[in-house]
């Protein structure tokens, strides 16, 4: 049974920082892309950052580079999203989820963590 689980999120002020984690098993994590994404009420799901498997590439959206970080530990079960310099606007439910193909595409992707809600407050 393939399960991934979130952690981390809470509620921080405006320029403070954040590490999600994402505990992934049951799916073989060499083959699968891994991804971050999230969504804030009233809008639509957006990709955070991905991990490729295939080529160990990593993809962050414009509105989070340089100041999110994606990471796996040792093992590759655990990937991590270091967030740093939170903006209100990053306030949303923020979900990790798995993808055999190519890249981490939001609507195709295979599987999906609960979420974990993160709030930046001004």
């Known amino acids: 049974q393939v399960q991934l689980v979130e952690s981390g999120g809470t509620l921080v002020q405006a320029g403070g920082f954040l590490r999600l984690s994402c505990v992934v098993s049951?799916?073989?994590?060499?083959?699968?892309?891994l991804g971050w994404f999230r969504q804030a009420p009233g809008k639509e799901r957006e990709r955070v950052s991905c991990f490729s498997a295939g080529d160990g590439s990593i993809e962050y959206a414009d509105s989070v580079k340089g100041r999110f970080t994606i990471s796996r530990d040792f093992s590759l079960t655990t990937m991590y999203l270091q967030m740093n310099s939170l903006k209100p606007e990053d306030t949303a439910v923020y979900s990790c989820?798995?993808?055999?193909?190519?890249?981490?595409?939001?609507?195709?992707?295979?599987?999906w963590g609960q979420g974990t809600q993160v709030t930046v407050s001004s």
């Open positions: 989820a798995a993808h055999i193909g190519l890249g981490c595409p939001t609507t195709l992707m295979d599987h």
């Open positions: 049951g799916l073989n994590v060499y083959h699968n892309n």
